[in-house]
């Protein structure tokens, strides 16, 4: 089946033609769509692609941080502003990989995939969009959820709120493949902190569900509370709840609710 690629030199051409053509897909680095292309996925007929530099703006001057959805993870690498990041975006594939695959491409990322999405879900980030309707800014968590029915808007940036300190954000990922393998699963922690104890606990985690998502019974055992010994047993007993986790070529649903537990203490407590 022939497949025609359109180049636009605007996001909002481009983000106009996905939404008129069901069988389109934009096309960033390449890493997800040209996979399914190879593999012959006969679903898309039209490629769309946008020359916008502002696809690949980064701002990252003040306390809110804007990453373009056309950014690579090369680039956040090399960023030292977003050395908080690095972990993340360390994690993901080889060098080819981390030189082609884009901030945005990573949302859309089936399970075992996506590790960048479960970073910015624990940092809450906002995802702007652009459709055939105009722009808006989703949520990452709904965004998360109902990527499905997004897929005809274009991503156009990410952004959030840099983590007050180096112990506010922590990352795990788990893979049986180092330093590339799919996860069997990601963990992503935001734990700031008001006169010892914390304030605003996000949790979030990959391979446990169709798509990344927050432990939020962990994340009640933590709020309000020093990060000690009791608190952190509170939070790993209450880890599996809420989640659904995939059984894979990588790991059963049992053995990844089995080590959740397990790999969210190691986190909470800064272990490798």
Partial sequence: MPVTVKTFTTSSEAAA???????????????????????????????????????????????????????????VLAERELAFLHPVAGSIGGPAVRNMGTVGGNLFAPTPFGDF???????????????????????????????????????????????????????????????????????????????????????????MAATPVRARAAERALEGRVLDAATIAAAVAAATEGTSPIDDSLASAWYRREVVGVHLRRLLTGQE
Avoid: C, W
């Avoid at 940036?157 to 300190?165: F, K, N």
């Avoid at 788990?174 to 006169?195: D, E, N, Q, W, Y």
């Fill in 17 to 75: 033609a996905l939404s008129s053509e069901r069988d389109a897909r934009y096309l960033g680095g390449g890493t997800l769509v040209m996979r399914a292309l190879n593999e012959g996925d006969v679903s898309v007929s039209t490629i769309v692609r946008a020359t916008d530099r502002a696809l690949t703006h980064l701002d990252v001057a003040s306390s809110r941080i804007t990453i373009g959805a056309g950014v690579t993870f090369a680039r």
């Fill in 117 to 207: 999405a479960v970073a910015l879900l624990a940092l809450d980030a906002t995802v702007a969009m652009q459709s055939g309707y105009g722009a808006r800014d989703v949520p990452i968590e709904e965004f998360l959820s109902g990527r499905a029915r997004l897929a005809g808007g274009l991503v156009l940036s990410v952004s959030l709120v840099r983590p007050p300190g180096p112990e506010a954000f922590r990352y795990r990922k788990i893979a049986r493949i180092k330093p590339k393998g799919a996860s069997v699963m990601t963990l992503a922690a935001h734990l700031p902190s008001s006169g010892g104890r914390i304030v605003g606990a996000r949790i979030a985690l990959g391979a």
